[in-house]
T-cell receptor, first 116, second 113 residues
Framework: DTEVTQTPKHLVMGMTNKKSLKCEQH?????MYWYKQKAKKPPELMFV???????INESVPSRFSPECPNSSLLNLHLHALQPEDSALYLC???????????????FGPGTRLTVL | KNQVEQSPQSLIILEGKNCTLQ??????????LRWYKQDTGRGPVSLTI?????NTKSNGRYTATLDADTKQSSLHITASQLSDSASYIC????????????FGTGTQLKVEL
């Protein structure tokens, strides 16, 4: 299995809703990432987990709450979002955080989030 | 500040033609450079990766070059196909820093009949 899966593909939510995005990989990767991508812009790093521990938080608002329940799963809990949070949310994974060309980040297909 | 700039911003070519996309970077210290292809609404997929010592690398109809002295890279697409229509993103990784990537803004390529 050489892919990163994300669910749901599309999500529409109101500003008062609570929802979660899910990401899964079975490649034995120990680093997982959340990115936010607006239209025609490059992905922006949000969070990095290494060995199920939060390693990097790029000053993301607390209405986004990541969770890594085990080495294969990564969740992003959403609460009280704003319309400007509408974007494509990408999950990625890699063997680890060390350098080297073998440490490629594999991206999932993304979840298209719309906040009304 | 680490930066990656790409040109052109967008490009339209006829099917079967070749094209070259450019990438300039100021990421330091340099570890590697990848070209990704991203279809609309999908995640990026790696096409090639190049390290400091590599000048050219091919993947089918895609050929990437790297000049580490001038900090420039190019992606050449040969005999373009309609399915090549996508955004092509140049991504550079610095050594250390927890595998953080610096993304270019991408070149939007459209291949037409």
């Amino acid at each position: 299995d050489t892919e990163v899966t994300q669910t749901p593909k599309h999500l529409v939510m109101g500003m008062t809703n609570k929802k979660s995005l899910k990401c899964e990989q079975h490649m034995g990767h120990r680093a997982m990432y959340w990115y936010k991508q607006k239209a025609k812009k490059p992905p922006e790093l949000m969070f990095v987990y290494s060995y199920e521990k939060l390693s990097i938080n790029e000053s993301v608002p607390s209405r986004f709450s990541p969770e890594c329940p085990n080495s294969s799963l990564l969740n992003l809990h959403l609460h009280a979002l704003q319309p400007e949070d509408s974007a494509l949310y990408l999950c990625a994974s890699s063997l680890g955080l060390a350098g080297g060309p073998h440490n490629e980040q594999f991206f999932g297909p993304g979840t298209r989030l719309t906040v009304l | 500040k680490n930066q990656v700039e790409q040109s052109p911003q967008s490009l339209i070519i006829l099917e079967g033609k070749n094209c070259t996309l450019q990438c300039n970077y100021t990421v330091s210290p340099f570890s590697n450079l990848r070209w990704y292809k991203q279809d609309t609404g999908r995640g990026p997929v790696s096409l090639t990766i190049m390290t400091f010592s590599e000048n050219t690398k091919s993947n089918g109809r895609y050929t990437a070059t790297l000049d580490a002295d001038t900090k420039q890279s190019s992606l050449h697409i040969t005999a373009s196909q309609l399915s090549d229509s996508a955004s092509y993103i140049c991504v550079v990784r610095a050594t250390g820093g927890g595998n953080k990537l610096t993304f270019g803004t991408g070149t939007q390529l459209k291949v037409e009949l």
